[in-house]
């Protein structure tokens, strides 16, 4: 089975610094890669999904990119983060079984 | 464009009585995966059940059970005799096609539900 490992669990970043949010996948090779984001009392919003390595398709204009270095490494980034940026981060995969896994999650606020 | 609807924002019961959540959901595909996530306070995405668009079988696990039907395009989920511990947020998903980039899932809004003692 997969396993998604999400890191940091939580983090407090002032307006303007950058972020750097990574997403590791165990169990599966060639997983598609998604990132989720949940603002506070609202449902998921996907914001960019990865088949591949150094493939990335964005699905909603913002301040955030996602890149994919390696085939079960998906990142997530800011240069410089806003405070709409605040919510909760989710990284998820599905495996060669069709096996949507969600990670932890990042509780990001920017302060 | 694929669309899910959680038409009920907050459910508030007592421990015991079985509650009902409703999921209609909107799609162009004629295969289709729809899910089921519960969401603790935790904030971790626990999934609970995936269903195709070809399987329109009732399924039950112990008090948690889904009524899957074309006809009103609607996933209802229901929980049986709720406990303390099934409060939390529960959100209906859809994802259209097969494994591949039609494969992201496009949430419903979420029900916060609470279960008083």
């Known amino acids: 089975s997969q396993t998604i490992h999400q890191w940091p669990a939580t983090l407090v970043q002032p307006v303007g610094s950058p972020l750097s949010l990574e997403c590791t996948v165990e169990?599966?090779?060639?997983?598609?890669l998604y990132w989720y984001r949940q603002a506070a009392g609202r449902g998921l919003q996907l914001l960019f999904y990865s088949v591949g390595i150094g493939q990335i398709s964005s699905e909603v204009p913002q301040n955030l990119s996602a890149s994919r270095p390696q085939d079960r490494q998906f990142i997530l980034s800011s240069k410089k983060l806003l405070l709409s940026d605040s919510g909760f981060y989710l990284c998820?995969?599905?495996?060669?079984?069709?096996?949507?896994?969600f990670g932890s999650g990042t509780r990001l606020t920017v302060v | 464009a694929q669309k899910v609807t959680q038409a009920q924002t907050e459910i508030s019961v007592v421990e015991k009585e079985d509650v009902t959540l409703d999921c209609v959901y909107e799609t162009r595909d004629t295969t289709y995966y729809l899910f089921w996530y519960k969401q603790p306070p935790s904030g971790e995405l626990v999934f609970l059940i995936r269903r195709n668009s070809f399987d329109e079988q009732n399924e039950i696990s112990g008090r948690y059970s889904w009524n899957f039907q074309k006809s009103t395009s609607s996933f209802n989920f229901t929980i049986t005799a709720s406990q303390v511990v099934d409060s939390a947020v529960y959100f209906c998903a859809l994802s259209e096609g097969n494994t591949g980039a039609n494969s992201k899932l496009t949430f419903g809004k979420g029900i916060t539900l609470s279960v008083r003692p």
């Open positions: 998820a995969s599905i495996g060669q079984n069709y096996g949507y896994t």
């Open positions: 169990g599966t090779s060639n997983p598609n």
